[in-house]
């Protein structure tokens, strides 16, 4: 009753228990599982089931209130409570960004910054071979830039001041996982969050004003990007945003919605990715090798004079090895969702 098919309460890494029980448990793609204090839910378990959910049937499933209430008030972003219409309208007009050509054209400033992270690297070493070298906040600088370029033609110039004011708030933003959010998602089942998420409490104070301070910058940024796309119509760096401003669909409030997103859920699944990428070259020197030497046959030596679209598709060992790492290290191995009316799954 009070842990369900768990073994404790709130369990650490729970799909390594959901796999085993999808593994270990005859079932027809679905399997009827019981959380803490009884909760009862479906866990989808065969690739049929999951593209009914994900793909087939999606407009049928929407996430939790909950994590639509959280990030509307951590946010500020309406995105999450969209009918399906609107949602249908905005994905119209944001997939031109999301083209495998519009993807390439921005490969240089991903590029560009990938060479400067790299060399931040290279000072610290040289100045102390003995240092320990903390990648992660590398990484997250260097993320959190290109999601600036790429999202909006705007250059968070973190690598430059990793501690500035507006790095501080976006920490402020990003919450670590702890077992409070396990408590709130538990208690939403009995009581209307909107209100807990209301209280006067001093983290989610800070939460709300790093939101406000981020939507701010995001403004002035969509403002004067717009004044350089009207003056311009032909710009041949069009970012994410400025590709949604030529369609006229979006209004001001929707496009800061839009890089919300891409500032929270964008750059945390991105730069654990690229960790989890080094940690396994870390610990494979002979795939390390193998890829280091299809790098110095495609690009050469000179990396600051590469254009990297003109190569991207000659790297097919760089390729297969950024899809296994994201195929054995998925950013969310859990997605919940909630069914909004009735259907069916896997003709269940």
């Known amino acids: 009753m009070f842990m369900g098919n768990y073994p404790e309460f709130f369990p650490n890494n729970s799909w390594i228990h959901l796999r085993q029980i999808a593994e270990n448990t005859p079932n027809n793609g679905i399997l009827r599982l019981y959380s803490a204090l009884s909760g009862e839910a479906l866990l989808v378990t065969s690739p049929p089931?999951?593209?009914?959910?994900?793909?087939?049937?999606?407009?049928?499933?929407?996430?939790?209130?909950?994590?639509?209430?959280?990030?509307?008030?951590?946010?500020?972003?309406?995105?999450?409570?969209?009918?399906?219409?609107?949602?249908?309208?905005h994905r119209k007009y944001m997939m031109p960004a999301f083209t495998m050509t519009h993807i390439l054209n921005l490969t240089p400033v991903i590029w560009t910054k990938a060479l400067e992270m790299v060399e931040c690297i290279k000072v610290q070493v040289l100045g102390s071979p003995d240092a320990r070298i903390e990648f992660r906040e590398y990484v997250s600088?260097?993320?959190?830039d290109n999601i600036g370029l790429a999202g909006m033609g705007h250059d968070f110039g973190t690598r430059q001041n990793p501690?500035?004011?507006?790095?501080?708030?976006?920490?402020?933003?990003?919450?670590?996982?702890t077992k409070i959010f396990n408590w709130v998602g538990l208690l939403s089942r009995y009581f209307d969050m909107r209100l807990l998420l209301k209280m006067p409490l001093k983290k989610l104070r800070e939460v709300s004003e790093s939101a406000e301070f981020l939507r701010q910058i995001t403004r002035s940024a969509i403002r004067k990007r717009k004044e350089n796309f009207l003056g311009n119509r032909d710009l041949d760096d069009k970012d994410i945003i400025t590709v949604a401003l030529a369609s006229g669909v979006f209004d001001e409030r929707q496009l800061i919605d839009h890089v919300?997103?891409?500032?929270?859920?964008?750059?945390?699944?991105?730069?654990?990715?690229?960790?989890?990428?080094?940690?396994?070259?870390?610990?494979r020197p002979e795939m390390q090798h193998r890829l280091l030497s299809e790098l110095q046959e495609c690009?050469?030596?000179?990396?600051?004079?590469?254009?990297?679209?003109?190569?991207?598709?000659?790297?097919?060992?760089?390729?297969a090895f950024c899809s296994e790492v994201l195929r054995c290290y998925p950013f969310s191995p859990i997605i919940v969702k909630v069914a909004k009316q009735e259907t069916r799954i896997c003709w269940n």
Not at 274 to 280: A, C, K, L
Request: hydrophobic fraction near 40%.
């Open 299 to 319: 690009l050469g030596s000179d990396l600051a004079e590469v254009d990297f679209r003109s190569h991207l598709q000659k790297l097919p060992y760089l390729n």
């Open 260 to 283: 919300m997103t891409f500032l929270t859920a964008g750059h945390e699944s991105t730069a654990t990715a690229f960790e989890w990428t080094m940690y396994e070259l870390g610990r």
């Open 141 to 144: 600088r260097a993320t959190l």
């Open 49 to 89: 089931a999951i593209r009914d959910l994900l793909t087939v049937n999606a407009f049928d499933f929407a996430h939790q209130d909950l994590v639509k209430i959280a990030i509307k008030r951590f946010t500020g972003s309406n995105l999450g409570f969209l009918s399906n219409e609107d949602f249908k309208l």
């Open 163 to 177: 501690n500035s004011e507006l790095r501080r708030r976006y920490r402020k933003l990003i919450l670590d996982p």
